[in-house]
């Protein structure tokens, strides 16, 4: 389900059970698999792949009925790609070309062209920019 008010570009392919909230940016050429919700204030920009399963939050105290006066922004940077089952806590930028390990659980920054792998998610490697 997308509702009203996403952006959702062109050439993408979202996979059945996807949930996409209003204040949502969806690059081109973007592939969510199945089970991938969005909250308001995600933006994915182009080329980026989302695994099935992938867990976003956008309120970092989340409280039932209690909502914040704007929820933190979460960018996912060109090219990046995001393994199955991965959770991302709020306010992130994940740098283009990254890569994030299936059932990692990113709580920082992920620097371009950078693998990180784990709980919490650490930095393993960078990824040839060629590939």
Known sequence: MV??????????NISAHCFIESDVVVGNNV????????????????NVFVGPGVR????MYPRSKVYPAAFLRT????GASIGAGAVLTPGLTIGRGAMIAAGAVVTRDVEPFSLVVGSPARHVKFL????
Do not use: H
């Open 31 to 46: 592939t969510l698999k199945s089970g991938v919700y969005l909250w308001d204030g995600i933006t994915l920009e182009d």
């Open 3 to 12: 509702l009203a008010g996403a952006r959702i570009g062109g050439n993408c």
């Open 75 to 78: 960018t996912v940077c060109q």
């Open 56 to 59: 976003f939050t956008n309120d």
């Open 128 to 131: 040839n920019p060629e590939n």
